[in-house]
T-cell receptor, first 117, second 116 residues
Framework: AQKITQTQPGMFVQEKEAVTLDCTYD???????LFWYKQPSSGEMIFLIY??????QNATEGRYSLNFQKARKSANLVISASQLGDSAMYFC??????????????FGAGTQVVVTP | DGGITQSPKYLFRKEGQNVTLSCEQN?????MYWYRQDPGQGLRLIYY???????QKGDIAEGYSVSREKKESFPLTVTSAQKNPTAFYLC???????????????FGPGTRLTVL
Protein backbone atom coordinates (compact mmCIF):
# COMPACT_ATOMS: atom_id res chain seq x y z
CA ALA A 1 0.00 0.00 0.00
CA GLN A 2 1.18 3.51 -0.75
CA LYS A 3 2.58 5.06 2.39
CA ILE A 4 3.05 8.57 1.01
CA THR A 5 0.62 10.19 -1.43
CA GLN A 6 1.30 13.35 -3.34
CA THR A 7 -1.78 14.04 -5.43
CA GLN A 8 -0.47 17.02 -7.42
CA PRO A 9 1.77 15.85 -10.26
CA GLY A 10 2.56 19.41 -11.30
CA MET A 11 1.90 23.05 -10.41
CA PHE A 12 2.55 26.48 -11.83
CA VAL A 13 3.09 29.35 -9.43
CA GLN A 14 3.89 32.98 -10.06
CA GLU A 15 7.04 34.48 -8.66
CA LYS A 16 6.61 36.03 -5.18
CA GLU A 17 3.45 34.05 -4.50
CA ALA A 18 3.07 31.25 -1.97
CA VAL A 19 2.46 27.64 -2.97
CA THR A 20 1.22 24.67 -0.98
CA LEU A 21 2.29 21.14 -1.88
CA ASP A 22 0.06 18.39 -0.57
CA CYS A 23 1.26 15.26 1.17
CA THR A 24 -0.77 12.65 2.99
CA TYR A 25 0.68 9.62 4.70
CA ASP A 26 -0.46 6.29 5.97
CA UNK A 27 0.82 4.84 9.21
CA UNK A 28 -0.53 3.16 12.31
CA UNK A 29 2.58 4.07 14.29
CA UNK A 30 2.51 6.86 16.85
CA UNK A 31 6.18 7.67 16.27
CA UNK A 32 7.27 8.79 12.84
CA UNK A 33 9.08 11.57 11.05
CA LEU A 34 8.11 13.46 7.91
CA PHE A 35 10.60 15.00 5.49
CA TRP A 36 10.50 17.18 2.40
CA TYR A 37 13.20 17.15 -0.27
CA LYS A 38 13.72 19.31 -3.34
CA GLN A 39 15.13 17.87 -6.56
CA PRO A 40 16.18 20.46 -9.17
CA SER A 41 16.78 19.44 -12.76
CA SER A 42 20.40 18.69 -11.87
CA GLY A 43 19.13 15.63 -9.99
CA GLU A 44 20.52 16.11 -6.51
CA MET A 45 18.05 15.67 -3.63
CA ILE A 46 18.19 18.61 -1.23
CA PHE A 47 16.80 18.23 2.28
CA LEU A 48 14.40 21.05 3.15
CA ILE A 49 12.52 20.40 6.37
CA TYR A 50 11.33 17.73 8.77
CA UNK A 51 8.50 17.30 11.26
CA UNK A 52 8.36 14.80 14.10
CA UNK A 53 5.07 13.17 14.98
CA UNK A 54 5.29 14.46 18.54
CA UNK A 55 6.22 18.00 17.58
CA UNK A 56 3.41 20.32 18.56
CA GLN A 57 4.66 23.26 16.52
CA ASN A 58 4.75 23.24 12.76
CA ALA A 59 8.31 23.11 11.47
CA THR A 60 9.72 26.15 9.67
CA GLU A 61 12.98 26.70 7.79
CA GLY A 62 13.30 30.08 6.15
CA ARG A 63 10.69 30.30 3.39
CA TYR A 64 9.61 26.69 3.97
CA SER A 65 7.00 25.68 6.49
CA LEU A 66 5.25 22.41 7.11
CA ASN A 67 1.53 22.45 7.77
CA PHE A 68 1.22 19.35 9.95
CA GLN A 69 -2.29 18.06 10.59
CA LYS A 70 -1.85 14.84 12.50
CA ALA A 71 -5.51 13.81 12.67
CA ARG A 72 -5.83 14.16 8.93
CA LYS A 73 -2.41 12.54 8.37
CA SER A 74 -1.26 15.38 6.20
CA ALA A 75 2.07 17.20 6.05
CA ASN A 76 1.79 19.90 3.42
CA LEU A 77 4.80 21.99 2.44
CA VAL A 78 4.27 25.72 2.09
CA ILE A 79 6.81 27.75 0.13
CA SER A 80 6.36 31.46 0.68
CA ALA A 81 7.46 34.20 -1.72
CA SER A 82 8.35 31.80 -4.54
CA GLN A 83 11.51 32.41 -6.49
CA LEU A 84 12.52 31.20 -9.96
CA GLY A 85 15.08 28.94 -8.29
CA ASP A 86 12.27 27.09 -6.52
CA SER A 87 11.36 25.38 -9.79
CA ALA A 88 12.01 21.72 -9.06
CA MET A 89 10.48 18.40 -8.13
CA TYR A 90 9.44 18.17 -4.48
CA PHE A 91 9.23 14.90 -2.58
CA CYS A 92 7.53 14.10 0.68
CA UNK A 93 8.98 11.20 2.69
CA UNK A 94 8.25 9.39 5.93
CA UNK A 95 10.20 7.28 8.39
CA UNK A 96 8.34 5.06 10.90
CA UNK A 97 9.40 3.53 14.17
CA UNK A 98 9.36 -0.23 13.59
CA UNK A 99 9.66 -2.01 16.91
CA UNK A 100 12.65 -0.44 18.58
CA UNK A 101 14.42 0.94 15.51
CA UNK A 102 13.64 3.46 12.81
CA UNK A 103 12.67 2.15 9.42
CA UNK A 104 13.79 3.39 6.04
CA UNK A 105 12.68 6.54 4.29
CA UNK A 106 9.65 6.04 2.07
CA PHE A 107 9.08 8.57 -0.67
CA GLY A 108 6.03 9.86 -2.49
CA ALA A 109 5.93 10.21 -6.27
CA GLY A 110 6.70 13.92 -6.14
CA THR A 111 5.19 17.21 -7.31
CA GLN A 112 6.77 19.23 -10.12
CA VAL A 113 6.72 22.96 -9.39
CA VAL A 114 7.35 25.56 -12.08
CA VAL A 115 7.74 29.17 -10.96
CA THR A 116 6.90 31.71 -13.65
CA PRO A 117 8.02 35.36 -13.79
CA ASP B 1 34.06 21.01 1.59
CA GLY B 2 32.13 18.12 3.14
CA GLY B 3 29.80 16.24 0.94
CA ILE B 4 28.91 13.19 -1.10
CA THR B 5 30.39 12.58 -4.50
CA GLN B 6 29.16 10.20 -7.14
CA SER B 7 30.97 9.44 -10.31
CA PRO B 8 30.51 9.49 -13.16
CA LYS B 9 27.47 11.72 -13.72
CA TYR B 10 26.54 9.85 -16.90
CA LEU B 11 27.38 6.24 -17.63
CA PHE B 12 26.68 4.15 -20.68
CA ARG B 13 27.06 0.39 -20.81
CA LYS B 14 26.21 -2.43 -23.13
CA GLU B 15 23.58 -4.93 -22.12
CA GLY B 16 25.04 -7.88 -20.23
CA GLN B 17 27.94 -5.96 -18.70
CA ASN B 18 28.33 -5.37 -15.01
CA VAL B 19 28.94 -1.78 -14.00
CA THR B 20 30.04 -0.23 -10.71
CA LEU B 21 28.82 3.16 -9.53
CA SER B 22 30.99 5.07 -7.11
CA CYS B 23 29.83 6.84 -3.95
CA GLU B 24 32.19 8.58 -1.54
CA GLN B 25 31.40 10.76 1.47
CA ASN B 26 33.63 12.83 3.74
CA UNK B 27 30.93 13.68 6.27
CA UNK B 28 32.08 10.99 8.70
CA UNK B 29 28.64 9.41 8.44
CA UNK B 30 28.15 5.81 9.52
CA UNK B 31 25.13 5.04 7.35
CA MET B 32 25.02 5.00 3.56
CA TYR B 33 22.23 4.22 1.11
CA TRP B 34 21.61 3.54 -2.56
CA TYR B 35 18.37 4.53 -4.26
CA ARG B 36 17.02 4.09 -7.74
CA GLN B 37 14.77 6.66 -9.42
CA ASP B 38 12.79 6.02 -12.58
CA PRO B 39 11.16 8.83 -14.58
CA GLY B 40 8.15 10.35 -12.84
CA GLN B 41 8.62 8.25 -9.75
CA GLY B 42 9.93 8.59 -6.25
CA LEU B 43 13.02 6.91 -4.89
CA ARG B 44 13.25 3.21 -4.12
CA LEU B 45 15.82 1.79 -1.74
CA ILE B 46 18.27 -0.73 -3.18
CA TYR B 47 20.75 -1.35 -0.36
CA TYR B 48 21.83 0.36 2.81
CA UNK B 49 24.70 0.04 5.25
CA UNK B 50 24.70 1.23 8.83
CA UNK B 51 28.29 0.29 9.57
CA UNK B 52 31.45 -0.82 7.82
CA UNK B 53 31.43 -4.42 6.61
CA UNK B 54 27.69 -4.71 7.03
CA UNK B 55 24.81 -3.97 4.67
CA GLN B 56 21.16 -4.90 4.18
CA LYS B 57 18.90 -5.31 1.20
CA GLY B 58 16.30 -2.69 0.52
CA ASP B 59 13.11 -3.03 -1.46
CA ILE B 60 14.64 -3.72 -4.87
CA ALA B 61 18.00 -5.42 -4.27
CA GLU B 62 17.71 -8.08 -6.97
CA GLY B 63 20.36 -7.65 -9.62
CA TYR B 64 22.50 -5.34 -7.51
CA SER B 65 25.41 -5.85 -5.13
CA VAL B 66 27.32 -3.57 -2.76
CA SER B 67 30.35 -3.57 -0.50
CA ARG B 68 31.29 -1.42 2.48
CA GLU B 69 34.96 -1.93 3.16
CA LYS B 70 35.59 1.66 4.19
CA LYS B 71 33.41 4.12 6.06
CA GLU B 72 33.75 6.67 3.27
CA SER B 73 32.85 4.45 0.37
CA PHE B 74 29.79 2.45 -0.68
CA PRO B 75 30.05 1.30 -4.32
CA LEU B 76 27.07 -0.21 -6.10
CA THR B 77 27.45 -2.85 -8.80
CA VAL B 78 24.65 -3.21 -11.29
CA THR B 79 24.92 -6.77 -12.54
CA SER B 80 23.72 -8.33 -15.76
CA ALA B 81 20.97 -9.97 -13.71
CA GLN B 82 19.23 -6.62 -13.28
CA LYS B 83 16.52 -6.76 -15.94
CA ASN B 84 15.97 -3.05 -16.43
CA PRO B 85 19.05 -1.19 -15.19
CA THR B 86 18.58 2.11 -17.04
CA ALA B 87 17.74 4.62 -14.30
CA PHE B 88 19.01 7.47 -12.16
CA TYR B 89 20.95 6.25 -9.12
CA LEU B 90 21.31 8.31 -5.97
CA CYS B 91 23.60 7.66 -3.06
CA UNK B 92 22.92 9.12 0.37
CA UNK B 93 24.48 9.12 3.80
CA UNK B 94 23.40 9.95 7.33
CA UNK B 95 24.94 10.09 10.78
CA UNK B 96 23.33 6.74 11.44
CA UNK B 97 21.66 7.35 14.76
CA UNK B 98 19.18 4.52 14.81
CA UNK B 99 17.37 5.97 17.79
CA UNK B 100 16.67 9.34 16.22
CA UNK B 101 14.33 9.78 13.28
CA UNK B 102 15.91 13.11 12.57
CA UNK B 103 18.82 11.15 11.18
CA UNK B 104 18.53 13.16 7.99
CA UNK B 105 19.81 11.62 4.80
CA UNK B 106 21.96 13.81 2.55
CA PHE B 107 22.27 12.94 -1.10
CA GLY B 108 24.94 12.98 -3.76
CA PRO B 109 24.43 14.43 -7.26
CA GLY B 110 23.46 11.06 -8.76
CA THR B 111 24.60 8.92 -11.67
CA ARG B 112 22.43 8.45 -14.74
CA LEU B 113 23.00 4.96 -16.10
CA THR B 114 21.93 4.05 -19.60
CA VAL B 115 22.23 0.49 -20.79
CA LEU B 116 22.27 0.18 -24.56
Amino acid sequence: AQKITQTQPGMFVQEKEAVTLDCTYDTSDQSYGLFWYKQPSSGEMIFLIYQGSYDEQNATEGRYSLNFQKARKSANLVISASQLGDSAMYFCAMRELLGDSWGKLQFGAGTQVVVTP
Amino acid sequence: DGGITQSPKYLFRKEGQNVTLSCEQNLNHDAMYWYRQDPGQGLRLIYYSQIVNDFQKGDIAEGYSVSREKKESFPLTVTSAQKNPTAFYLCASSIGSGDDFTDTQYFGPGTRLTVL
